[in-house]
């Protein structure tokens, strides 16, 4: 699929709800409160006729609406015709833009992770950096659609961000292109151990998923499985539960609960998806694994199933529906919060890994003088005829993976250490 630029309020289970259903549990609508829209239409007539700026009563009252919604939640929003058409095309994946996932957060506009291969990512952009003017526009006080606007444009065109990384402003000037985003990435990475990086949940990942690890089958048995969800922030509810079942065969995935009964919704682990039901497994999250990401890693850390490793993940728990309106607008609500097996919300908490480890990076003492036994003169041979080591023989280059990732090369150096710890004496 075709990807750039990504709102981070992610739909992760896009419904079409009538508005009708809002009310299928039986119970009367109540009444409208009579005297807030008296005090709404002498609002909406005090702007119209002494606002500085002549604005249409379309303008008005979809300025209006949209303040309504998105002073509900982060997540929640108001779309126009157009605005929904736009919001289809970016959950679809085929869309211009740079590349990056965003959160308004303390109404910073920050960065949540930049998409794989995309221009932010491969200009230097991170999770955590703060975007504060869009080529010549301030964002302070912008709506998520109105940044949308700005970032995106034809392919090949320039914008600059002015981002905020921890004090000191930066200048990032970001052409904007096409980027082939397949989902799942799979690779060797020694020792039987395959490592698969899903860089977010598209409407057909798991599919993706299932191909790649038959893929590496074909080629070798599969003793260690490192699943790299880093900076994912997330996607398609169903993707991540197909991603889950390929590791377990039985149980509660993940459930969702809210007012209404159309809100609640369960799913379970299937035999005929399950592909590496007893394979070691290593679970690498950090603070950009949100929203499915977090339910996979929920669903594994309650199932007992891997070993969840990396920083906290950043805690988005609710699901949102489109519900279309009569006049072809619509709102995307939160409806409800999802669960995982054991009944831990995630919304506003994140998962905490059963091994915290930071991304770090190392350096390493070189050139240490040492001796060993076999190099003192006089010493005693190997009790057992064993082949004599001496420093020479030492090899203290831990290897490029621990310089370049260090998160990974903890997941590898525990995958390998696993067997060793079941061996029985």
Not at 327 to 351: C, E, H, M, W
């Amino acid at each position: 699929m075709i990807k750039f630029l990504r709102q981070r309020m992610v739909v992760i289970c896009l419904v079409l709800l009538p508005q009708s259903a809002l009310y299928a549990d039986g119970l009367e609508k109540p009444a409208l409160p009579t005297a807030e829209i008296q005090s709404f239409v002498e609002a909406f007539e005090t702007i119209r006729e002494g606002y500085v700026e002549v604005l249409s009563d379309e303008d008005i009252l979809n300025k209006a609406l949209k303040g309504m919604v998105s002073g509900l939640d982060p997540h929640s929003e108001y779309f126009t015709k157009s605005e929904l058409v736009d919001f289809n095309e970016l959950t679809s994946g085929q869309y211009a833009g740079i590349g990056v996932e965003v959160e308004i957060k303390d109404k910073r506009l920050t960065i949540i992770t930049p998409i794989d291969g995309s221009a932010a990512a491969q200009a230097g952009v991170v999770a955590g950096d703060v975007i504060i003017k869009i080529d010549n526009t301030f964002i302070s006080d912008l709506g998520m659609q109105d940044i949308v606007t700005l970032m995106r444009g034809d392919i090949g065109s320039v914008v600059t961000l002015d981002i905020d990384r921890n004090g000191e402003v930066k200048r990032y000037e970001l052409t904007r292109g096409l980027i082939e985003d397949n989902s799942v990435t799979a690779k060797w990475l020694g020792d039987g151990i395959a490592y698969f990086r899903l860089s977010q949940f598209q409407s057909d990942s798991s599919e993706e998923f299932y191909q790649a690890i038959e893929t590496l089958k074909k080629e070798s048995a599969i003793k260690g499985v490192v699943l790299d969800l880093r900076n994912n922030p997330g996607g398609i509810l169903q993707s991540a539960v197909g991603v889950v079942d390929a590791f377990i065969d039985e149980g509660i995935i993940v459930y969702t609960s809210g007012r209404h009964e159309i809100s609640k919704s369960q799913f379970t682990a299937t035999e005929t998806n399950t592909k590496l039901a007893n394979v070691p497994l290593v679970l690498l999250v950090n603070e950009g694994s949100a929203s499915a990401s977090e339910i996979v890693a929920g669903a594994l850390q309650d199932h007992q199933r891997a070993v969840i490793m990396g920083t906290e993940t950043f805690g988005k728990g609710s699901v949102q529906t489109i519900v279309p309106l009569s006049n072809g607008d619509a709102v995307k609500l939160t409806t409800a919060l999802y669960f995982t097996p054991n009944g831990r919300s995630i919304q506003a908490q994140g998962i905490t890994p059963d091994i915290t480890v930071p991304q770090a990076t190392l350096t390493f003492e070189k050139g240490a003088f040492f001796v060993k036994e076999a190099e003192l003169k006089g010493h005693l041979g190997n009790g057992t005829g064993g082949v004599e080591r001496t420093s020479a023989d030492v090899q203290s280059d831990i290897g490029e993976l621990a310089k370049t990732d260090f998160q990974l090369f903890q997941a590898v150096t525990m995958l390998k250490a696993l067997p060793k710890l079941h061996q029985k004496p």
